[in-house]
């Protein structure tokens, strides 16, 4: 089965610089693959989506990137605010329906 | 707000009583979706409804029972549960649940806690 792995220690960068988040997976690569935020107490909210033709997607200050060859992700928030503090969870597509496998997320914390 | 709500947002229950989780809609989407998540856990996904019929049972236990009356509303009936079913319940939803590639959409979820 399809294994995900972000980043479980928290991350934590002054405002206004990038912060980089990861995605690695292990088995196939999927059709595609989504990102989504979640703060503390609500469920998560969609933030982008890259398919596996795509090498990269941008919408704001966001910007996903995805490398078959690597079996990665990458999530890249450009001039952090406090306010991009959350975690960040990375969900492949595995087939059989709208079927998405979630990793454990990785926490952002921008601070002042 | 996502246009999906569920209650109640907090529930405590003993291991022999009996609960309902609600979840509803507001999008007009045709699949829902149950999750559960535990502390440093990935979401993993219970069952999906797809146009009121259920296409993944992911080899849940029995004491959880959903049921889907219509498209737009979802139930997660729970009955002698043990501690480890503590967690947090989320419900989503999409436009179409056959095929790839739809955004989910998360409700609050509720934060079930079982002594």
């Known amino acids: 089965s399809q294994k995900i792995e972000q980043n479980s220690e928290a991350l934590n960068i002054q405002e206004g610089k990038t912060a980089t988040l990861t995605c690695n997976y292990t088995?196939?690569?999927?059709?595609?693959l989504q990102w989504y935020r979640q703060d503390p107490g609500r469920g998560p909210v969609f933030l982008l989506l890259i398919r596996e033709n795509e090498k990269e997607k941008r919408k704001e200050r966001l910007k996903v990137t995805f490398d078959t060859t690597l079996k990665q992700s990458l999530f890249h928030i450009t001039a952090s605010q406090p306010a991009d503090s959350a975690t960040y969870l990375c969900?492949?597509?595995?087939?059989?329906?709208?079927?998405?496998?979630f990793g454990t997320g990785t926490q952002l914390k921008v601070e002042l | 707000e996502t246009g999906v709500t569920q209650t109640p947002r907090h529930l405590v229950m003993g291991m022999t009583n009996k609960k309902s989780l609600k979840c509803e809609q507001h999008l007009g989407h045709n699949a829902m979706y149950w999750y559960k998540q535990s502390a440093k856990k990935p979401l993993e996904l219970m069952f999906v409804?797809?146009?009121?019929?259920?296409?993944e049972n992911n080899s849940v236990p029995s004491r959880f029972s959903p049921e889907c009356p219509n498209s737009s509303h979802l139930f997660l009936h729970l009955h002698t549960l043990q501690p480890e079913d503590s967690a947090l319940y989320l419900c989503a939803s999409s436009q179409d649940g056959a095929g790839g590639g739809d955004t989910q959409y998360f409700g609050p979820g509720t934060r079930l806690t079982v002594l």
């Open positions: 088995n196939y690569s999927p059709a595609y």
């Open positions: 409804y797809n146009f009121k019929e259920q296409t």
């Open positions: 969900a492949l597509f595995t087939g059989g329906g709208n079927k998405l496998t």
